[in-house]
DNA sequence: GTTGCGCTTGACGCAGCGTCAACTTCTAGG
DNA sequence: CCTAGAAGTTGACGCTGCGTCAAGCGCAAC
């Protein structure tokens, strides 16, 4: 005897868009499941539409649930279909494996290069040349199970040679900003002057030429600037306080034009 | 005055398939990355064959270590391209946060699926028959492909080495396992006997198909005979206590012959 | 001559959808 | 009742990073 809305065709189902809202996947997400069989809506309504029950609902649940464990959806399909605990528990078990064995391996690489960045920033007279020998090397082992020694031994003898020339010419490229920040310091700029701020978005710039950062890891370089004796003899050679001058500025200038 | 071997076209170059030997590519990917403009040779032969030379390996080289940190092709391209210390360890900073957070994600997933498998040992209710016929029909397609693993890559090489024959007799090889329980309870034989722990060991190759126990795991499976009703109701139907028999001898011999 | 190896280019295929495009249908407003 | 707009539909191509044929060419051995 409770009033039910509107008795056109709706009894308990949900439309597509309900789902997707739901479940937060795509209605188109939804239509590619029910075109490779995955899951079929409950019913469709004369006109086309898709309309799901309680049932789709929880069979979508324990897709999304493999889905997100990196399952593929053909082996999905198999084990919703035998819609059977114990087939799952040993797919869960195979792929705790696979899990256990990815989460090392991401956390074996973000080691090395946290340990990478770690001699960036802290390594007192460490050039170029020593970081990059030094991140080749951190990755020696990994190397060694892929490549083989001879080939590791052969390419590490030769890695210095290629990134000496390729900071040379870095160094040469940067030197244009460095020199625009020692003209805006003798002539007694502020950080947030529109000429330093300019000289930050020439660099900033440059950088994003290969790579983007946000705000946050934009300040984090330049304030590896000041940091690092390497780095900021680099800037301060030119004019003394050129590498504070461009973290501030740069700090700046993140936060009016990069977003957090 | 070092005598040279055969002076055709070979100065100090390699060919695409020494490239692919040393590095561990497939020729494959070399004239992948020729094609998307990532990795040209140093020249090619009047005939078309591709060579590289040492400047193409350290390059290479380079694309490598980042491919294995997950960075896609064209942005490696931009970074090698660059050929800067400072880029790339720019990049690694930007990547350190992926990797951190795709390692925490699967240490999450990890840890998910764990807890899954403890709820589901301790709510499922199906009998072995239709746990084996059902993952038989589920995994012979294409388990393989997501799961490198080499657990379910030996589990269905020695499934498929079985033949049709031999799937049956393995199919039967439970039940076997099972009225051998009874007949040992029925005679009275201890846990420990030679009789059951051959029995075990029978059980263990059956179970040793579908995944690789540890010694804890597999204690763990044999304790959720006991734990669950309808596991137990399984063994039990064939001879009272076959479960906790099966129990207390897989415990001794998981610790005879499995490593913890 | 011919067999066979190793290379070449060219093409299609795969997952898992995103993203138009072109069309239909339902609903609300005037 | 007409119409606009929102939201659905099918169909198609696009994307990554190659694997995997297919067909052909050059070179060396038999």
Known sequence: MTPRPRATSATETLDIAAVARLTGVTSRTLRHYDAIGLLA???????????????????????LVLRELGTGLDTIAQIV???DPTITLAHLRDHLVGLTAERDRYARL???????????????TMSHEEILDGFHRQYEPEARERWGDDAVDRSN?????????????HLDTHREVVEA????IRVGFR?????VQAIVAQHHEWLSLFWTPTAETYRGITQMYVDDERFRRNYDEIAPGAA?????AADIWAGRHLSS
């Open 110 to 124: 973000a080691s090395t290069v946290a340990r990478t960045i770690d001699s960036l920033e802290k390594g007192t």
């Open 191 to 195: 950080p947030e002057s529109d000429e």
């Open 244 to 248: 504070v001058l461009l973290r501030d």
């Open 81 to 83: 279909e035998a819609d």
């Open 157 to 169: 003898a030769q890695w210095k040679a290629l990134g000496k020339d390729g900071q040379q010419r």
């Open 181 to 184: 920040l020692g003209a805006a």
């Open 41 to 63: 809506p409950s019913h469709t309504s004369p006109d086309g539409r898709r309309h799901y029950g309680q049932a789709e609902l929880l069979r979508l649940q324990h897709i």
